[in-house]
């Protein structure tokens, strides 16, 4: 099974308003990756949190994460058409050495 | 730069036949990475490989094998293809923490 569930599955929005989706994980994590997606394309690394760290912000991304809750948030401000991708949360287990388990993403769609 | 490349791009088999997928970085990585893409999945990894001449099983590695002999590739074979091998195909090499993608082959098995 996998070890990060995305919520929403999908999600639309219009140009200029936040969007928010969140991960979930099983096990104990090392850190927490976000990676975005454009259609027919490689995976691009978004923004990493370790698990001692609470909130991390990149331009207009923010990234939140709860241990306790086992559950990650990302909130893009401002959002753009260009922001329309898929977005994945990826975790590097405790022990887990340097593999990464990916979630099954949140399609976002961003509207003119 | 080219970073992480793929080939093929894309690719139809016939069930039982076989086939090499080659990845090459040109970053010096000493982590590479196959993972497979089916909708609704996510990402899943399949082997993975530590550094030159070593490989390990992922999650889903049944079916196929993967070689390392040289630092900067990755190959990854399919001895006999079969239907439910119809997938996206990734390969990403990292040296830190954060991986990076190639582009993907698309490989359908009919």
């Known amino acids: 099974s996998q070890q990060g569930e995305e919520d929403p599955q999908a999600l639309s929005i219009q140009e200029g308003e936040n969007a928010t989706m969140n991960c979930s994980y099983k096990?104990?994590?090392?850190?927490l990756q976000w990676y975005r997606q454009n259609s027919g394309r490689g995976l691009v690394h978004l923004i990493l949190?370790?698990?001692?760290?609470r909130e991390k912000h990149s331009g207009r991304l923010r990234v939140t994460l709860d241990t306790s809750k086992k559950s990650s948030s990302l909130l893009i401000t401002a959002s753009r058409a260009a922001d329309t991708a898929s977005y994945f949360c990826?975790?590097?287990?405790?022990?887990?050495?340097?593999?990464?388990?990916f979630g099954t993403g949140t399609q976002l769609k961003v509207e003119l | 730069n080219a970073g992480v490349t793929q080939t093929p791009k894309f690719r139809v088999l016939k069930t039982g036949q076989s086939m090499t997928l080659l990845c090459a970085q040109d970053?010096?990585?000493?982590?590479m990475y196959w993972y497979r893409q089916d909708p609704g999945m996510g990402l899943r990894l399949i082997h993975y490989s530590v550094g030159e001449g070593t490989t390990a099983k992922g999650e889903v590695p049944d079916g196929y094998n993967v070689s390392r002999l040289k630092k900067q590739n990755f190959l990854l074979g399919l001895e006999s293809a079969a239907p439910s091998q119809t997938s996206v195909y990734f390969c990403?090499?990292?040296?830190?923490?954060?991986?990076?993608f190639g582009s993907g082959t698309q490989l359908s098995v009919l």
């Open positions: 990826a975790t590097r287990l405790t022990g887990g050495g340097n593999k990464l388990t």
């Open positions: 096990t104990s994590i090392n850190n």
């Open positions: 990403a090499s990292s040296w830190g923490e954060k991986l990076f």
């Open positions: 970053m010096n990585h000493e982590y």
């Open positions: 949190i370790r698990s001692n760290e």
